[in-house]
């Protein structure tokens, strides 16, 4: 086991490598120099130069990637194009809101889904089943900022339960409950998508398991139904949800853009578009680097887990 | 869609006699089993209906000039009329009358729709029959860069590639088409692992056939059907990602009208609490069109599992 994990992060090193030359390549070929966009349009040409070499801009792309990669081991992320901060401090001040939310997010879908999942397994083909189906396909299908501006229409704008949008009333005491308060919308869009797609692999996975053989003989026993369902069937319904998990996990990062775009949530997604706007390249690429490491990381969880959840999945 | 399936087009037309044979014994077995695949989609009724949907804004968006009611750039008087005889859905803030460019809006989200996923389904079945078929570094070499393609969050590579070479209908199918295609390479590339070792493959190889033609017309007609699949709900997608864009304002932009930009004005508080005629209309427009074709994914999905599973 042990081997296989040292295996696998030992594959992981090339494709991280990748990563980053393709992040890098991609924004820096772009056209538009962050430096024009920076300087005050009355500077003289001779300015501009100034502060491209400052930047080192002048520099070939392959040795500015060099130079990029190099900072980036001695954990720089180099500095903000439009702020001067640096990049590591802007990131570390938006993380918070983007976890906080997409954590709560995935918790919430997955309690719902899990549930409704095995309810629709147990109750195949009932009204239950197909109102929750119903659910899960307007949950994998409805564009998040459409159900983001709906849930505000309703509850913000002619409820007035909620608030409109960003994490903490302007001005108040930035509370707890103003955070939950703040929370519940963004969530409920989130949650329903999270929810919608992982239900449909919940129902499947449990109907697979619920006709096996030893299911049918653990009832013979005698046991009774919760048993069964909850600790017999769910267990080895468990692979296909880690791998969903897997997949979800990501979005911890780069999952919620429109959503914050939406609520004006400050977190990443909210700062990607700023980043976009001012061609902040060097945040943009931290951005891209932070959710590309965070897709490997998940992704040998998803296999470690595979093997806790299920014994007989062994790897030599 | 399901036509795609027909193996006809495989025919190759000059063959010697021993093969032609072997090739018309498959072609009754293909279409016995295509007959089967659409039976068992038409029992499913979601299905059914989804493909129903999709087909009408297909021809929403052929017969757009045709019953649009009017110019859906021209400018009238009124800005943000309620909706009324002459304007059926009212006029946005510019005075634009929402229901043409509803009608026009169809246009965007099927092209990008089709047209992304037509670029990345090309794509990966090249490079998934590559790598599966020539094995050794070639695989490797694909299936690590797949793995580099796949570790970037996919919508966020996408807003930023697009905001970069500039916010387009013709870039954002590109983007999407250029980005989309490691699933599909992964899925061709499995079924070639499990085709290559069939006796009618190695056949081919013994008769001494080209390499691109065994891929093409030998191995590739056997792994269409999960690429189907695959393919539907990815035109599912890339109109939800479209429509993200635009309303981010990386996509489609104005004056051309697309379901995700008319809802950017919703952003606005007051059009949002008391305008809902212009941004409920395209909302419901992207959910059904997406909603439709996810059922038809699943239909799909479904009459080729079963059928597997005999």
Redesign the interface.
């Known amino acids: 086991m042990l081997q296989y994990i040292f295996r696998r992060i030992l594959i992981a090193i090339p494709v991280l490598f990748g990563v980053t030359i393709l992040n890098f390549f991609i924004i820096n070929l772009a056209p538009g120099n962050p430096v024009d966009m920076m300087v005050n349009p009355s500077a003289t040409p001779e300015q501009l130069a100034m502060q491209k070499h400052a930047l080192g801009l002048d520099q070939p792309v392959w040795s500015q990637y060099l130079h990029w990669l190099v900072q980036l081991f001695h954990g720089n992320l180099g500095f903000s194009y439009s702020t001067r901060e640096p990049v590591t401090q802007i990131l570390a001040s938006h993380i918070g809101p983007t976890v906080l939310l997409m954590g709560v997010s995935l918790i919430v879908g997955y309690l719902i889904a899990i549930p409704l999942g095995i309810v629709c397994a147990r109750k195949q083909n009932s009204w239950i089943d197909y109102l929750v189906t119903g659910f899960s396909f307007f949950g994998i299908s409805v564009p998040h900022f459409f159900l983001g501006l709906g849930v505000i229409y309703v509850f913000a704008s002619k409820l007035l339960l909620f608030p409109t949008g960003s994490m903490n009333t302007l001005g108040g005491d930035g509370s707890l409950m103003d955070t939950i308060n703040h929370l519940v919308l963004p969530v409920a869009v989130l949650a329903t998508g999270i929810a919608g797609n992982m239900v449909r692999y919940v129902r499947s996975s449990m109907l697979d398991v619920l006709g096996k053989d030893y299911l049918r003989t653990a009832k013979a026993k005698g046991l009774s139904q919760f048993i069964i369902t909850n600790k017999h069937a769910l267990r080895n319904s468990l692979i296909p949800i880690i791998t969903v998990i897997g997949i979800d996990i990501p979005m911890l990062i780069g999952g919620a853009i429109v959503t914050e775009q939406v609520f004006q949530w400050p977190g990443l997604g909210l700062l990607t578009i700023q980043s976009i706007t001012s061609r902040d390249y060097s945040t943009l690429m931290a951005i891209n680097l932070l959710a590309a490491v965070t897709v490997l990381v998940a992704n040998l969880l998803t296999d470690i887990l595979y093997a806790v959840a299920d014994p007989r999945i062994r790897y030599d | 869609m399901a036509m795609n399936l027909n193996p006809n087009k495989n025919v190759p037309e000059t063959e010697g006699l021993k093969s032609s044979e072997q090739i018309l014994l498959q072609l009754g077995e293909e279409e016995s089993y295509l007959h089967m695949v659409m039976r068992r989609f038409l029992k499913h009724k979601l299905a059914v209906a989804g493909l129903i949907v999709f087909g009408l804004i297909i021809l929403i968006a052929a017969l757009a000039p045709v019953i649009s009611p009017h110019d859906p750039n021209k400018i009238f008087g009124e800005f943000e009329a309620a909706p009324s005889a002459t304007h059926i859905l009212g006029t946005d803030p510019v005075g634009r009358d929402v229901m043409s460019r509803l009608i026009y809006g169809a246009q965007v989200s099927i092209a990008v729709g089709i047209g992304a996923v037509a670029i990345y389904v090309a794509l990966g079945i090249v490079l998934g029959l590559v790598a599966g078929y020539f094995g050794k570094w070639v695989d490797m070499l694909i299936m690590?860069?797949t793995?580099?393609?796949?570790?970037?969050?996919y919508?966020?590579?996408i807003?930023?590639?697009v905001?970069?070479?500039g916010p387009s209908l013709f870039n954002i199918t590109f983007v999407i088409g250029l980005l989309g295609w490691p699933a599909i390479a992964r899925l061709v590339r499995g079924s070639v692992l499990s085709i290559k070792e069939m006796d009618y493959v190695k056949a081919g190889v013994a008769l001494g056939y080209s390499t691109p033609k065994i891929l093409f017309q030998h191995i590739l007609p056997n792994a269409l059907a999960p690429i189907l699949v695959n393919a539907t709900f990815g035109v599912?997608s890339a109109i939800?990602m479209e429509?993200?864009l635009s309303?981010?304002g990386?996509g489609v932009r104005p004056p051309a009208a697309s379901w995700?930009n008319m809802?950017t004005q919703?952003?606005s508080?007051t059009v949002?609490?008391s305008q809902?005629w212009l941004?409920i209309p395209p909302?419901l427009m992207?959910?059904l069109a997406?909603?439709s074709i996810?059922?038809i994914g699943?239909g799909l999905r479904d009459a080729i599992e079963s059928q597997n599973a005999k």
């Open positions: 690590r860069l793995d580099i393609f796949m570790s970037f969050p919508f966020m590579v807003l930023v590639l905001s970069i070479i599912a939800i429509a993200s309303f981010l990386m995700g809802l919703a952003e508080i949002l609490s809902p941004w909302g992207i959910l997406v909603l996810n059922f699943d």
